[in-house]
């Protein structure tokens, strides 16, 4: 398993903007698409976007689709999730996950995570 930890979580009023990083242990960073999910107070974890292993291919939840892009710098094997326009329903624990290894984008869409990291969390003020 990938080792993952995130970064750039905090606290922003509403329509702000906030950087999240992910960073991953491991030589075969490259190998894994990578995602990210978050999860609200009381609320189950919930899909908000993931890359494929090139970074050409991405998929985003429809709550976000259009104010947040996701990316991946495979030398530095990191991800990013830049978030624009954020809303007070954009709060929650955003955790960072990596597929099976050699698995699709769209499969880590669809729950197929072999890694999670610990969180950061991200809270919009209104």
């Known amino acids: 398993q990938v080792q993952l930890v995130e970064s750039g979580g905090g606290s922003v009023q509403a329509g702000g903007s906030l950087r999240l990083s992910c960073a991953a242990s491991?030589?075969?960073?490259?190998?894994?698409?990578m995602g990210w999910f978050r999860q609200a107070p009381g609320k189950e974890r919930e899909f908000v976007a993931a890359?494929?292993?090139?970074?050409?291919?991405?998929y985003y939840a429809d709550s976000v689709k259009g104010r947040f892009t996701i990316s991946r710098d495979n030398a530095k094997n990191t991800v990013y999730l830049q978030m624009n326009s954020l809303k007070p329903e954009d709060a929650a624990v955003y955790h960072c996950?990596?597929?099976?290894?050699?698995?699709?984008?769209?499969?880590?869409?669809?729950?197929?995570?072999?890694?999670w990291g610990q969180g950061t969390q991200v809270t919009v003020s209104s």
């Open positions: 890359v494929s292993w090139s970074g050409a291919i991405t």
């Open positions: 996950a990596a597929s099976i290894p050699n698995d699709s984008s769209r499969s880590l869409r669809e729950g197929g995570v072999d890694s």
């Open positions: 491991g030589r075969t960073f490259s190998s894994y698409a």
